[in-house]
């Protein structure tokens, strides 16, 4: 496949090794601060784009949804760097936006760039 596809959150590991946990994103040796730093990137843009999703579509769409989560226990987005909870963070420049009391994303989420199957 050209271009690469990244999962984040939560996985049910390799087809041959089946286990519960967060996905382990990185192949590059990166410092840990380098990986909260960049988890933290992803779990806030996922959360920007969850609260659109939620803000933007009807709610006879996300209602039933967010409901099956909530009902389900689903646990929202973590990484194996960003702890479980809520609220996120984006870093602008050297700002940092708060979200302290915003809602996560679902539990998994795919990044792709220049990817094609």
Not at 32 to 52: K, M, P, Q, R, V
Not at 66 to 93: C, D, S, W, Y
Request: proline share 6%.
């Amino acid at each position: 496949h050209e271009g690469s596809m990244t999962q984040v959150g939560i996985n049910t590991g390799p087809c041959h090794c089946r286990q519960l946990g967060l996905a382990k994103s990185y192949q590059a040796k990166l410092s840990e601060e380098e990986c909260t730093a960049h988890d933290e990137d992803i779990n806030g843009a996922a959360g920007i784009f969850w609260s659109l999703i939620l803000s933007m579509m009807p709610t006879e769409i996300t209602g039933p949804a967010v409901r099956e989560l909530h009902e389900n226990k689903i646990p929202h987005l973590a990484t194996r760097f960003v702890e479980p909870g809520k609220g996120f963070k984006l870093t602008l420049g050297n700002k940092a936006v708060i979200f302290s009391e915003a809602s996560r994303a679902p539990p998994e989420v795919y990044l792709t760039k220049g990817y094609s199957a």
